[in-house]
C-alpha cells in the first residue's frame, strides 16, 4: 500500500494559534528528550552525567547507534548515564510518555539494572531514587520489574513483567496525566499500574547498571525516549 499523501500537511494547531499554517505538528506542545546514541561526549557535561561510573560508558559501533555502559571488575561496581539536569514531572492533566531500547549482557542474573526517570541518585541500586517511575533488575533473578516511588515511598509495584535475557528489549510507560501508567514491553501491553500518588518532583533520564559479582557487568542502550505534553 502506498502512504497517504498530504501536499497542505498535517496540524495539531488551533485554527487561530500563531502555528495554524505550520505543515507539520506543533513541535512545541510536547516537551521531548531523545538521543539515539549516535554522538556521545561524555565529558561536555551538556546533556549526559557520568560522574558515577566506576567502568566506562563509550559508544561501540552498531546499527542505528548504541551506547555501552561497562562497570569495572568488582561487586557492585556501577555505571551510570543521567540527564545533568532533572527535566521532567508528572503533572495532573499532562500525558506522558517513556521508552528505552536495552540489551543486556550474557549471564544476566549477576547484575542490577534501574532504567526510567527519577531524581537524581548515583546509587539508585544501593538505595531506591526518591522519586521515580523505572524499571529495575535486580541482582539474583532475571524478573524486569515497574516502580514507582514518590518522596522515598513506593507508590506502585509490578514484578515480573518480563524475563531479562540477552536479546534486545524496548520498555516504555504511557502515563495518562490521571492515575494510570500502561506498561509496555517490546511494544505490547503488559500491565497496568494504576495510583493517583505519582511522584511530582523533578526527575531525569537514566540508565544503570550495577555489577552483582566480581566480573564486569554491561548494559547496552538503543536510545532513550521521554516526552510529555505542556
Not at 13 to 21: E, F, I, V, Y
Not at 117 to 145: I, M, N
Not at 180 to 198: E, G, P, Q, S
Amino acid at each position: 500500500m502506498s502512504p497517504r499523501r498530504f501536499d497542505g500537511g498535517v496540524t495539531n494547531a488551533g485554527a487561530t494559534t500563531l502555528m495554524n499554517a505550520y505543515g507539520a505538528p506543533d513541535p512545541t506542545k510536547y516537551h521531548t528528550f531523545f538521543d539515539d546514541f549516535d554522538v556521545l561526549n561524555p565529558t561536555d557535561g551538556e546533556t549526559w552525567d557520568i560522574a558515577a561510573t566506576s567502568g566506562s560508558v563509550a559508544l561501540s559501533d552498531a546499527d542505528g547507534g548504541c551506547v555501552v555502559l561497562t562497570t569495572n571488575a568488582a561487586d557492585n561496581a556501577l555505571a551510570q548515564i543521567a540527564t545533568v539536569g532533572e527535566n521532567f514531572t508528572l503533572a495532573a492533566g499532562k500525558k506522558a510518555w517513556f521508552k528505552a531500547s536495552i540489551t543486556a549482557m550474557a549471564g544476566a542474573t549477576s547484575q542490577d539494572i534501574i532504567i526510567g526517570l527519577h531524581s537524581d541518585d548515583q546509587t539508585p541500586v544501593a538505595g531506591a531514587p526518591a522519586d521515580g517511575v523505572y524499571f529495575r533488575k535486580d541482582d539474583g533473578d532475571t524478573d524486569w520489574d515497574f516502580q514507582i516511588m514518590n518522596t522515598s515511598v513506593s507508590v506502585g509495584l509490578d514484578t515480573a513483567i518480563a524475563t531479562a535475557t540477552t536479546g534486545a528489549i524496548t520498555l516504555g510507560f504511557a502515563f495518562d496525566g490521571v492515575s494510570k501508567f500502561d506498561v509496555y514491553v517490546n511494544d505490547i501491553l503488559t500491565t497496568t499500574v494504576t495510583t493517583a500518588d505519582f511522584p511530582t518532583a523533578a526527575m531525569g533520564v537514566a540508565a544503570t547498571v550495577q555489577a552483582g559479582s566480581s566480573s564486569a557487568a554491561t548494559l547496552t542502550v538503543d536510545y532513550l525516549f521521554c516526552t510529555k505534553e505542556r
